[in-house]
């Protein structure tokens, strides 16, 4: 996996474009929100949540989509269960995943963020391998967007609490920042 800087598209993961993103109003990319996701919930492997991020999901197919097939939302990157990485948008424009939201007495956490989607659920813990995946993707944004500190890296629901809960308790946030910890101690 590399991370062009100029085109913020990582090479050796699947490119899935979605129509749901805009300019950033400053360029400016200084924050990472983890989420996750799974559709239907809890089901995984569907690719429903790629269909989702394209606009492309069937309101019949379950009945959980009829609530959720018009909304047009995306996020930069999804890690599957078995680690396969997917982009939807490049990491220099704004995705639309994080909504209403607010970090560091900031608003319209879009603007300023990059979402990566994990497939799961806030109680289900995430496999080793998309933890490795996640480490190896965030690693890369870090190297071209150093603003991305350990300190500005949170979950959905630290940018959108009361609203969103996601990652979730089951999500590792000691795993993930002793990774990065040690790899930037040996560098």
């Keep these: 996996m590399q991370l062009d800087p100029c085109s913020g598209w990582c090479d050796g993961v699947r490119h899935c474009p979605s129509p749901n993103f805009n300019q950033r109003p400053l360029g400016e990319v200084s924050l990472l929100v983890i989420h996750n996701i799974s559709l239907p919930p809890g089901e995984f492997g569907t690719g429903k949540v790629q269909a989702f991020f394209q606009n492309r999901l069937d309101a019949a197919e379950h ?27 490049g990491c ?24 990566i989607e994990l497939e799961g659920t806030d109680d289900l813990p995430f496999t080793g391998v998309q ?13 071209t967007y150093p603003a991305i500190t350990l300190a500005r890296m949170c979950g959905h629901s630290d940018i959108a609490p009361g609203r969103k809960t996601d990652p979730g308790s089951a999500f590792d946030w000691p795993r993930l920042r002793a990774a990065l910890q040690q790899d930037k101690e040996l560098k």
């Excluded at 639309?96 to 300023?112: I, K, P, Y």
């Design 92 to 115: 220099n424009e704004r995705a639309w995943h994080a909504g209403q939201s607010r970090f560091a007495e900031r608003e319209d956490c879009n603007d300023f963020s990059l979402g």
């Design 131 to 143: 933890y490795a995946a996640l480490i190896e993707l965030v690693q890369q944004l870090q190297a």
């Design 63 to 89: 009945p959980y989509f009829a609530g959720i097939a018009n909304l047009q939302v995306s996020a930069h990157f999804f890690i599957e269960r078995d680690g396969v990485v997917t982009q939807f948008v």
